[in-house]
């Protein structure tokens, strides 16, 4: 079983920049592909990013390519999401998930393991 909780999170203005983290506990954290999801109001909660569970691979929905980093470090148990550029409608709350899914998959479905979220919030 593997526990995660997201930190980092909070209130920026558009143009600004915040990264996220992910501690993971319980389990083979170096076994698990890592993936960033996240959920504004009203709406379904979507894919941001994923990295295979050597830090290999990364993947990245469109909305945040060449803006987000996502990376991991295997002897800590961590996995980050850079955020760079932000614009008011990266505003939702951040989950991190975890998956033995090869390779990583934007279906949240496939993830088995949730933190609670961290809210981000971009003022324009």
């Known amino acids: 079983q593997v526990q995660l909780v997201e930190s980092g999170g909070g209130l920026v203005q558009a143009g600004g920049s915040l990264r996220l983290s992910c501690a993971a506990s319980?389990?083979?954290?170096?076994?698990?592909?890592m993936a960033w999801f996240r959920q504004a109001p009203g709406k379904e909660r979507e894919f941001v990013a994923a990295?295979?569970?050597?830090?290999?691979?990364?993947y990245y929905t469109d909305s945040v390519k060449g803006r987000f980093t996502i990376s991991r470090t295997n002897s800590k148990n961590m996995v980050t999401l850079k955020m760079n550029s932000l614009n008011p409608e990266d505003t939702a709350v951040y989950y991190c998930?975890?998956?033995?899914?090869?390779?990583?998959?934007?279906?949240?479905?496939?993830?088995?393991?949730w933190g609670q979220g961290t809210q981000v919030t971009v003022s324009s």
């Open positions: 990295i295979s569970w050597s830090g290999g691979s990364t």
């Open positions: 319980g389990g083979t954290f170096s076994s698990y592909a």
């Open positions: 998930a975890a998956s033995s899914t090869i390779p990583p998959t934007a279906t949240p479905g496939r993830y088995p393991y």
